[in-house]
């Protein structure tokens, strides 16, 4: 009987092999080198081209300011620029800031097209970086104001983003996929669970990529999925066929961003006291985040949410009925298994924990943004309720001792009726925005507070 018990086990294990073979590999990640050619290649084509036909005007961004003030800056693509929270580019684009791309509206009209960058252009210490979360972007009011180029603002079909520096993507995702049938062909009738927009979405660093076996704050999707990159591109005029035809170009992206290295910290460190910090790192901290130095290791571990306690909203929001029509679309078949083909979706019981190298660069912290340094976020009763910040991001916007952005507390009682004005303010009292949570640093002395966050500069 025993002996058919341990051989009735072995083959349920070596068949749970077999439908789990597609399944993330703990490990995977960890040494993600973009070919480089093939990176090369993904450069190339992230910072020259655009995968989605213009949707403004090609003057629209030297006009626009004519929607929130009568009389004409002295630089209307500056103002513009300020406005929205879009940066310089730190390629040629045309004059055009990151996000920004020229492009060809329909019947083959020149225009304006947004790029990737958009979202995954930012600044930190007034310097403009491809990869770099955009903590600055006001993309509601972008979505609202460029289309009518200063005539007019345009209603959006949802929110695209309730505070500045985050955004919906899961919104959006959830919107366009809606459109289409799982093979992508469009379909008359919307049909999607119901769309939330109250996520406040904080952008990760694309050098991440190349430790992570999973994406995005609950790991629901896949970092080996080059298709997966594409689901933003399903603008109504992009076709299946674009889809099909662009594949190998995204398969080289992907390779490019396996390739982005993370900036170095460029003021003083205090080694003696981050050598410290390194100890309390590997006590409190290393079990989820990893290690880093020469044998960096990091686990893609998806923390519960009864423990890590962070808002709840993103993880509610991805439901079942989605991941199941992603799982059987052309995104997730990118790759034939055993006994199901491609990198399917996943509905996970918490968040993932980031890997934390620059984490220095890429305030403000949590899924929500909703924490704006690291020292907030290793204390939580000193966590600010509600805050603004310039949206600058010049050396004198930045913390040193915090480590993140420099800000204000905001009385209730200041709170502005413009709605542009409201999105700077970020309220932890809203829907998804709490900043409850990860309070795993309270248990720390201010000593080792102070340690730990000189370490975490040397990541």
Same mark, same amino acid.
């Given at each position: 009987m025993a002996t058919f018990r341990y051989w009735l086990m072995g083959i349920l294990w070596f068949v749970g092999g077999l439908i789990f073979a597609d399944a993330p590999d703990p490990a995977y990640g960890?040494?993600? =080198?973009?070919?480089?050619? $093939?990176?090369?290649? %993904?450069?190339?084509?992230?910072?020259?081209?655009? !995968?989605?036909? +213009?949707?403004?005007?090609?003057?629209? #961004?030297?006009?626009?300011?004519? =929607?929130?003030?009568?009389?004409?800056?002295?630089?209307?693509?500056? $103002?513009?620029?300020?406005? !929205? @929270?879009?940066? &310089?580019?730190?390629?040629?684009? @045309?004059? *055009?800031?990151?996000? #920004?791309?020229?492009?060809?509206? +329909?019947?083959? =009209?020149? %225009?304006? +097209?947004?790029?990737?960058?958009?979202?995954? %252009?930012?600044?930190?210490? @007034?310097?403009?970086?491809?990869? *770099? @979360?955009?903590?600055? *972007?006001?993309?509601? $009011?972008?979505?609202? &104001?460029?289309?009518?180029? %200063? *005539?007019?603002?345009?209603?959006?079909?949802?929110? !695209?983003s309730r505070t500045r520096g985050t955004n919906e993507a899961v919104a959006t995702s959830v919107y366009l996929f809606g459109l289409r049938t799982p093979e992508l062909d469009f379909q008359l009738t919307r049909t999607y669970p119901k769309l939330v927009d109250t996520l406040c979405g904080d952008v990760p660093a694309w050098w991440l990529m190349k430790k992570k076996a999973t994406l995005y704050a609950t790991g629901e999707g896949d970092a080996r999925s080059s298709r997966g990159l594409m689901q933003f591109s399903l603008h109504p005029l992009n076709q299946k066929v674009f889809f099909e035809k662009e594949e190998s170009t995204f398969k080289d992206i992907l390779q490019y961003l396996y390739s982005i290295e993370a900036p170095k910290y460029p003021f003083m460190v205090n080694h003696s006291l981050a050598v410290r910090g390194l100890g309390i790192f590997q006590n409190h901290c290393s079990k989820c985040h990893g290690t880093y130095g020469e044998n960096p290791t990091y686990p893609n571990k998806i923390v519960p949410l009864e423990d890590v306690a962070t808002d709840p909203g993103r993880l509610n929001a991805y439901p079942m009925e989605f991941a199941q029509k992603y799982s059987r679309s052309w995104f997730a078949k990118g790759h034939e298994g055993w006994l199901a083909d491609g990198y399917q979706g996943r509905v996970n019981a918490g968040y993932q924990a980031p890997p934390l190298d620059g984490i220095w660069a890429t305030a403000p912290y949590l899924h929500n943004g909703s924490v704006p340094t690291l020292g907030h976020l290793l204390e939580s009763k000193t966590r600010p309720a509600r805050f603004t910040r310039s949206y600058l991001t010049t050396e004198s916007d930045y913390d040193k001792d915090k480590i993140g952005w420099i800000i204000r507390r905001v009385d209730p009682k200041e709170f502005p009726t413009n709605a542009h004005e409201a999105r700077k303010i970020y309220d932890t009292n809203e829907v998804g925005r709490s900043n409850q949570g990860h309070d795993y640093g309270d248990s720390l002395t201010d000593e080792e507070r102070k340690a730990l966050l000189e370490y975490l500069k040397t990541l």
């Open positions: 960890k040494f993600q =080198i973009g070919n480089p050619e $093939a990176a090369k290649r %993904g450069q190339v084509a992230l910072t020259t081209r655009t !995968f989605t036909p +213009a949707s403004f005007t090609k003057d629209s #961004l030297k006009t626009v300011w004519k =929607i929130w003030t009568k009389k004409a800056p002295a630089d209307p693509m500056s $103002a513009a620029r300020e406005r !929205f @929270g879009l940066h &310089e580019a730190p390629y040629p684009n @045309g004059g *055009l800031p990151m996000g #920004l791309r020229k492009g060809t509206l +329909a019947l083959d =009209i020149q %225009g304006l +097209a947004l790029d990737c960058m958009v979202c995954h %252009g930012g600044s930190i210490l @007034g310097k403009s970086m491809v990869g *770099l @979360g955009n903590s600055s *972007l006001d993309l509601q $009011a972008l979505f609202e &104001e460029l289309p009518g180029a %200063g *005539l007019r603002r345009i209603a959006t079909p949802y929110h !695209f």
